[in-house]
Nanobody, 116 residues
Framework: QVQLVESGGGLVQAGGSLRLSCAAS????????MGWYRQAPGKQRELVAT???????NYADSVKGRFTISRDNGKDTVTLRMNRLKPEDTALYYC??????????WGKGTLVTVSS
């Protein structure tokens, strides 16, 4: 069974920082990419940041320069470091993993709330 376990969500003031982590269970298939998506009230789920097995990153324009995504040496965990948080960053953040041969899985989500 493939599972993603997320942690790090919480309540912070605007301008503060949070670090989200996502641990992926191991399978026979390698992970091609991992990422974070978010969904705010009244809005559709959107991409925040992704990182490939080779370390290539992609960020939403709204978070460029503020968020940093990385993976550990074993590529089992992805971390999203969020700095200079804004109230508009408030959302439910979902971890995503894309495995070799088409397996895609999602975490349950962790809530990030940024107060003004």
């Amino acid at each position: 069974q493939v599972q993603l376990v997320e942690s790090g969500g919480g309540l912070v003031q605007a301008g503060g920082s949070l670090r989200l982590s996502c641990a992926a269970s191991r399978t026979i298939f390698s992970i091609n990419a991992m990422g974070w998506y978010r969904q705010a009230p009244g809005k559709q789920r959107e991409l925040v940041a992704t990182i490939t097995d080779g370390g290539r990153t992609n960020y939403a324009d709204s978070v460029k320069g503020r968020f940093t995504i990385s993976r550990d040496n074993g590529k089992d965990t992805v971390t999203l470091r969020m700095n200079r948080l804004k109230p508009e960053d408030t959302a439910l953040y979902y971890c995503n993993a894309v495995y070799q041969y088409g397996l895609v899985t999602w975490g349950k989500g962790t809530l990030v709330t940024v107060s003004s």
